[in-house]
């Protein structure tokens, strides 16, 4: 399934967004190689902070758009 976030690429392959929305993500990788993320919005506020870690890029894409589900940021899903 395509996934509608989109990352930078480069030395931004850390920072994404998801289409359509002002959600800003921040990805990075714990010391034992897992994934979590950050959200923020167009004000570059932290709205949501994760400490989830996540084994797969994939399993952290559908990790962030659950939160926007659930943070009622994507209403275009519901």
Do not use: P
């Not at 392959?13 to 990075?28: A, K, L, P, Q, Y």
């Not at 993320?37 to 570059?44: A, C, K, M, R, T």
């Not at 902070?49 to 943070?71: K, N, V």
């Amino acid at each position: 399934m395509k996934s509608l976030i989109k990352w930078g690429v480069g030395s931004a392959w850390n920072f994404g967004f998801i289409e359509g929305t002002d959600v800003r993500i921040e990805r990075m990788r714990t010391m034992d190689k897992k994934l979590m993320f950050l959200i923020s919005d167009d004000n570059f506020t932290y709205l949501h902070c994760d400490s989830q870690r996540f084994h797969s890029q994939e399993d952290l894409d559908a990790g962030i758009i659950a939160w926007a589900i659930r943070a009622g940021k994507v209403e275009y899903l519901h």
